[in-house]
């Protein structure tokens, strides 16, 4: 029974309630398009493995997998940003956060023409 409620158990039913209030509507297509734009992580460009989806605006803090939200970030990137708020968490790796914040944009009005909208998920 000490098994059910753990801190990970716990954690894990918190965010799933989370993820199953909002609609995450990033399609495979959109996915790869993002990873095909950025060529790499987005936050320290390592195009070493495999990308994870990283959401710019954490789900914890009412984000969700959208085509404006997420990003391709290395393994590393993904779980040192954690849930922490994007630019601040740039500023303490010594990441170069204007760099980002241009390119998250460039990219974003290449693709908003580039790749079609999904739809609402049912």
């Known amino acids: 029974m000490a098994a059910r409620n753990s801190r990970q158990v716990r954690s894990a039913r918190r965010r799933k309630r989370r993820m199953d209030r909002v609609v995450h509507d990033l399609g495979a297509e959109q996915w790869e398009a993002l990873q095909e734009a950025w060529g790499g992580c987005a936050y320290c460009g390592s195009a070493d493995g495999p990308l994870q989806r990283d959401c710019v605006l954490p789900i914890s803090r009412g984000g969700r997998y959208t085509l404006t939200n997420v990003v391709p970030a290395c393994r590393s990137c993904n779980a040192s940003k954690c849930n922490d708020e994007v630019t601040g968490w740039l500023r303490r790796k010594k990441l170069d956060e204007r760099a980002f914040l241009v390119r998250h944009a460039e990219v974003q009005a290449a693709l908003r023409t ?9």
């Open 114 to 122: 580039a790749v079609p909208d999904p739809g609402p998920a049912a």
